[in-house]
């Protein structure tokens, strides 16, 4: 919603103070331009990116025009999954987690929590995670190791979107430069003509430089910084994940296990301890 909203006050903000001063919106309707650019920028961007990073940009930049999904409320869900999970282990056994973690779609307590559910890159992340405490075998100590490594390349690979659409961003006032060189070029063959249609010439010229200096800083630079925090707030979810199955490991209870992963929440959506404690005192784990 916002980034519909902040596209609009760019758009607005500069057509309307281009028109205050007197100049004409059509004028800036050069399409050579926008092809020049435009197609010049596409082109950068598939001779420098792979298919993988490709779909990723073109996800995260499906997703930044609604909700990132993640709220106090989502993560809350996230806590009272792990607790429940904890709890089952707890009661049950261990290994009666193995048929939850190996097919979640169909597991009866994944099916309660469907954010999390609807989340493969974080539902793929804690099943893989519980399989480690199932299989046994693996030292706490190691296992954090383990998904601290995992994390640290998930990280690279959230970086990845944002950091090439940035430096596609970065190209763009040069592609605008190479716009205006070509109205130039088009210019002087015509500078034997009436100063009007020079001037004309100039004008649509001087538009690419404009329009590949505000592709660059109103759009595609904003939209590189969304989809890096849009990869941040996924990376929220692992780090929760990580934190609660590495305290159960250690053999912490699972209020306490959860309670340490509540911690590594941004203090932007951390719940408070109330919050989760009532939230999953609510679920109830029979031992048959």
């Known amino acids: 919603m916002f980034v519909l909203i902040g596209i609009g006050v760019v758009v607005v903000s500069v057509l309307g103070g281009f028109m205050l001063e007197g100049g004409t919106p059509l004028v800036l309707m050069q399409w050579a331009e926008f092809i020049i650019i435009g197609g010049t920028a596409l082109g950068a961007l598939l001779i420098s990116t792979p298919k993988p990073v490709l779909v990723r940009i073109i996800r995260y930049l499906l997703g930044s025009l609604k909700s990132s999904g993640v709220n106090q409320a989502s993560l809350i869900e996230l806590l009272q999954l792990l607790y429940e999970m904890f709890q089952t282990a707890r009661i049950k056994g261990l290994l009666t987690l193995e048929e939850h973690v190996e097919r979640p779609e169909e597991s009866e307590i994944f099916n309660k929590y469907p954010v999390i559910l609807k989340n493969p890159h974080a539902l793929e992340f804690l099943a893989d995670s519980l399989k480690l405490l199932v ?60 100063a009007s249609e020079v001037g004309h010439k100039v004008a649509a010229a001087l538009v690419g430089t404009f329009l590949g200096v505000l592709m660059c800083y109103g759009f595609l630079q904003p939209f590189s910084a969304q989809i890096e925090h849009q990869a941040e707030a996924q990376e929220l979810f692992l780090r929760c994940i990580k934190a609660g199955v590495v305290a159960y490991a250690k053999g912490l209870p699972p209020i306490v296990a959860v309670e340490f992963a509540r911690r590594v929440i941004d203090s932007d959506f951390r719940p408070t301890y109330a919050e989760v404690e009532e939230a999953c005192r609510a679920i109830k784990v029979k031992a048959s």
Do not use: C, F, N, Y
């Open 135 to 194: 299989v046994g075998g693996v030292p706490a100590q190691e296992m954090e190791m383990l998904l601290d490594a995992d994390l640290e390349v998930q990280e690279e690979e959230g970086k990845k979107p944002a950091h090439t659409l940035a430096r596609i961003a970065d190209s763009l006032p040069g592609m605008g430069i190479v716009a205006a060189v070509l109205g130039i070029v088009i210019t002087m063959q015509a500078i034997g003509g009436p």
